[in-house]
């Protein structure tokens, strides 16, 4: 991987441990034959592919909450002790936001 890329997209992600776990994760769906999302040259490697395209913008990533982990995972989420609390103290949302990337 070329060092150049990867200061570029550990500025991007700020968290080296993410930066890892994405790339690694990115690396292993085209090693299984993903299409990349940007045009690639025949001299880039994976990780390179998947630098890139976390620079540009093109894959995204979320840190799960509780309930989709344990979701993820078949389980039920744990009880939240402070949940009654901030139900009864804020007004109830009645508008949502879905934010998709354009790949």
């Avoid at 292993?28 to 001299?43: A, K, M, R």
């Avoid at 979701?71 to 139900?87: I, R």
Wanted: net charge negative; with cysteine.
């Amino acid at each position: 991987m070329k060092v150049e890329l990867i200061e570029k997209a550990a500025q991007i992600v700020g968290d080296n441990q993410l930066l890892v776990n994405i790339v690694s994760k990115r690396v292993q769906q085209l090693n299984h034959g993903s299409d990349p999302y940007i045009v690639t040259t025949p001299e880039m490697q994976c990780g390179d592919i998947a630098l890139t395209e976390i620079i540009e913008g093109k894959i995204t990533w979320h840190e799960m909450t509780e309930e989709e982990l344990a979701a993820s995972k078949g389980e039920e989420a744990p009880a939240d002790p402070f949940a009654a609390m901030a139900e009864s103290a804020a007004p109830a949302a009645t508008d949502t936001l879905t934010i998709t990337p354009d790949l």
